[in-house]
């Protein structure tokens, strides 16, 4: 399996960005996925998540400004991102729960390799 970012780039503050993530391989199901970011010297932070329900979390930062999708028929997942702030900046990862079989324990999370969102102010 794997997870595929797309996305990312250079924006002024108070501007937009979506970001993409695709998976492939051999995947029997999708769980929950979820958008993470770190930036240097800084422990990875959960951005926005959402279950194979459509239930979504945000962090408090990003609440009102950005909004997390999927499409369970393409295994893609969306993040748009707007009225961006420099503190935004950082690499972003994509996180995905995906059970390879039916069967117990067939289970696990998997990363993206990450794309970099930079916004100038």
């Known amino acids: 399996v794997q997870l595929v970012e797309s996305g990312g780039g250079l924006v002024q503050a108070g501007g937009s960005l979506r970001l993409s993530c695709t998976a492939s391989g051999i995947i029997f199901k999708i769980n929950d996925m979820g958008w993470y970011r770190q930036g240097p010297g800084k422990k990875r932070e959960l951005v926005a998540s959402i279950s194979s329900g459509g239930i979504t979390n945000y962090a408090d930062s990003v609440k009102d400004r950005f909004i997390i999708s999927r499409d369970d028929d393409w295994y893609t997942m969306s993040l748009q991102m707007n009225s961006l702030k420099s503190e935004d900046t950082d690499m972003y990862y994509c996180?995905?729960?995906?059970?390879?079989?039916?069967?117990?324990?067939?289970?696990?999370?998997?990363w993206g390799q990450g794309t970099q969102v930079t916004v100038s102010s």
């Open positions: 996180n995905a729960n995906i059970a390879t079989g039916p069967f117990e324990g067939l289970e696990r999370d998997y």
